[in-house]
């Protein structure tokens, strides 16, 4: 990898971690920024899948006062978490790669439009503000199913998850955004385990990629105070919605 690469997934990795905080879309940036490199599509997911554990890593240190007293609950959501994370590991391995190349503009189309049409994670916890604190019967299955998908793919499976736990737990948006942190994070450190033992990750551009998205995961919430997150989220939907369609004209040109 010449510097100018590593240097350019350096960058992409910030931008993600950035989109990643905004709207839960770092893949949206981290994924194609890999091809870009002439990174096969496979492999580039199980690089970025890879490169994003060090963003887990981040965000849940960070998290420990929102975890206090949570313990109990996310065992079983953790639990589900590893099924899920490693159903979705299986399940890209067997994908050919001409197939996954198919595949791949519509998972990124399908995540922009949740981007759109969630609403956003402040607004989802202002509106379930003092409803009781116990768990739905069914969100390990939910949580189970996200899993696999982010075990896959991942775009978007932090927003998914987010708004099912906002909608599900009746806490707040800091505790219910540190649960999130746990429960995907062990997704993708799951099915990351799986890409290291059973798939090819390209190491010289996972560790670019691994220094950007640690430092924007750092910068995102700062910024996120101070911007107006409606908007920014809107035009990186936009944005996901107009790479699915130029990935889909690749795949299906």
């Not at 391995?93 to 949740?114: D, H, N």
């Not at 607004?123 to 939910?142: I, K, M, S, T, Y």
């Not at 746990?182 to 033992?197: E, H, Q, Y």
């Amino acid at each position: 990898m010449s510097p100018w690469e590593f240097g350019f997934l350096v960058l992409a990795g910030i931008g993600a971690g950035l989109t990643g905080s905004i709207a839960g879309l770092a893949s949206l940036i981290s994924y194609p920024a890999l091809l870009a490199t002439g990174i096969p599509p496979v492999t580039a997911n199980v690089t970025n899948t890879a490169a994003l554990v060090t963003v887990g890593i981040g965000s849940v240190s960070a998290s420990r006062p929102e975890l206090r007293g949570q313990g109990r609950r996310l065992v079983p959501l953790a639990a589900a978490a590893v099924l899920g994370g490693v159903t979705g590991a299986v399940l890209l391995l067997l994908t050919p790669s001409e197939a996954f190349e198919r595949i791949v503009p519509w998972l990124i189309g399908g995540a922009s439009l949740a981007i759109l049409v969630v609403r956003p994670p402040r607004e989802l916890a202002e509106a379930h503000v003092g409803r009781p604190h116990r768990d739905q019967w069914w969100l390990p299955g939910a949580i189970f199913l996200i899993s696999i998908y982010g075990g896959y793919f991942g775009a978007a499976a932090g927003v998914l998850m987010l708004a099912t736990f906002l909608l599900t737990t009746g806490e707040g948006l800091p505790r219910s955004n540190a649960m999130r942190n746990v429960i995907l994070g062990v997704a993708n450190t799951v099915a990351a385990i799986g890409f290291v033992l059973f798939a090819s990750i390209a190491w010289s551009a996972a560790l670019p990629l691994a220094i950007g998205l640690f430092l924007g995961s750092l910068l995102g919430p700062r910024i996120v105070r101070r911007a107006p997150q409606t908007a920014l989220r809107r035009v990186i939907a936009l944005a996901g919605l107009g790479l699915a369609v130029y990935l889909g004209v690749e795949a299906y040109g």
